[in-house]
């Protein structure tokens, strides 16, 4: 079992700047076995989407809507993955999940969520 614990939610003002962290526990293997980490998020009467996803390695992937604005990056010393968030728009309001897979093929773990909100 892993747990995450997502924190940085906050308001701000559009282009404004903010940085997510969600930290990973669980067993040693538990917390060995985690590949993948990233973030998704969700706006009011919107579906999940996808932001950003970072590998153990530290390859990086970015929704369209989010490259060159935000960075996404992990500490596997503190088995801890961050999300800088720069240039924040009103369109960027949503409630921020982290998630981790685990193991192969992969079991996802999702955080509770952190709230971001940016006033025009």
Known sequence: QVRLVE???DLVQAGGALRLS???SGSTGSILSINTMGWH???PGKQLELVATIT???SANY???VKGRFTISRDNAKNTVYLQMNS???EDTA???CKARAGWPGVDYWGQGAQVTVSS
């Open 56 to 58: 153990r390695g530290g």
């Open 63 to 65: 929704a369209d809507s």
């Open 95 to 97: 409630v921020y999940y």
């Open 88 to 90: 924040l728009k009103p």
């Open 7 to 9: 924190s940085g939610g």
């Open 22 to 24: 969600c930290a990973a």
């Open 41 to 43: 998020r969700q706006a």
